[in-house]
């Protein structure tokens, strides 16, 4: 293959990510080569991170992500964190800045291998998350699903780490319900002009919580950092929780949790939680097509 960059096979509590090294090219990782990468098995994925070249003074990094429809994301919490710890066994410094769409971001490695993402300040605005009708009060928006006189989900807290959510509060096990069947209704409801993040979470004390996503553009995903986020904030901000919680992903694998933290002193959330490095390979990112690479790296570092 003789178009080809080098890629990272991650996860973030099992988020499926592709980071690829788009640095000193002009092109960018193609939907239909998403499409195409996300349809094998071997490097099936929920989201792309594309590293290119930075594009603003003091920026390491602008992050390019696409979710395994092809479609594009502002922001993707778990494979943040795989970027960093690419980066970091790359050129061994510990603190990055990136620029997304959604915004700069600020990360860092820590000793003990997790890393904190600053996922920057949330959004609450109902024309901002954004929906299709005026809400005043995005912390409980009309929406239900299921029968009218009892309906299954209802009453989400909406609102935008960058990118679109919806947060249903239950009181059963989060894994308890249908989410396969009610997530692809609900991410493409009308309410949702640009479709939205699909949370369940149930609070189990002010400082924690479990939850489960159904994915824009990815569908049930393992884990989802920027919906940690999403759930944590609307914990606090509707009086369930704290600032700073606990969420323990219902279908990690690994199990895993992610401390999420709604900064008082300047808004912001930050995200700290695990990542982990598979395998790395070479793909040509205008077609999809890849393989492995045969080297290992000695320590087992993560390795673009
Ligand atoms: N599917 C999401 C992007 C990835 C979010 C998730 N993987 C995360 O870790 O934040 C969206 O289209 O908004």
New binding site residues.
């Given amino acids: 293959m003789s178009n080809t960059v080098e890629f990272a096979k991650m996860n973030?509590l099992g988020?499926k990510?592709l980071v690829v090294d788009m640095r000193g090219r002009t092109d960018r990782v193609a939907p239909q080569a998403a499409i195409a990468l996300a349809a094998d098995a071997a490097t099936a994925f929920?989201?792309i991170m594309a590293i290119h070249d930075p594009r603003v003074d003091g920026t390491d990094a602008f992050i390019d992500?696409l979710?395994c429809d092809g479609?594009?994301?502002?922001?993707?919490?778990?494979?943040?964190r795989c970027v960093v710890q690419a980066l970091a066994a790359e050129t061994g410094r510990k603190a990055f800045t990136f620029q997304t769409v959604a915004g700069i971001l600020n990360a860092v490695e820590h000793a003990d291998g997790t890393i904190s993402v600053d996922m920057g300040r949330p959004v609450f605005e109902w024309d901002r998350v954004p929906l299709a009708e005026e809400f005043h009060d995005t912390r409980r928006i009309e929406l239900q699903i299921g029968p009218i006189d009892d309906p299954v989900l209802h009453s989400p807290s909406a609102m935008s780490?960058g990118?679109?959510?919806a947060v249903f509060w239950v009181d059963r096990d989060v894994m308890s319900y249908d989410l396969a069947r009610f997530g692809p209704l609900l991410e493409n409801h009308p309410i949702f002009p640009e479709?939205a993040?699909i949370t369940l979470a149930q609070v189990t004390s002010r400082t924690a919580m479990t939850t489960r996503?159904w994915?824009?553009?990815?569908g049930l995903?393992l884990?989802?950092?920027?919906?940690?986020?999403a759930a944590a904030v609307s914990g606090a901000r509707t009086g369930r929780t704290g600032r700073k919680v606990d969420v323990h992903v219902a279908s990690a694998n690994p199990p895993g949790i992610l401390t999420i933290e709604w900064r008082e002193s300047d808004d912001h959330v930050v995200m700290t939680g695990p990542a982990e490095w598979e395998w790395s390979g070479m793909l040509d990112p205008a077609t999809g097509a890849w393989q492995r690479d045969h080297e290992k790296p000695a320590d087992g570092a993560a390795a673009l």
Avoid: L, Y
């Fill in positions: 973030g988020n990510i929920d989201q992500i979710n479609s594009k994301a502002q922001a993707c919490g778990n494979g943040t780490m990118n679109p959510h479709r993040n996503t994915e824009r553009g990815a995903t884990a989802c950092g920027s919906a940690a986020c």
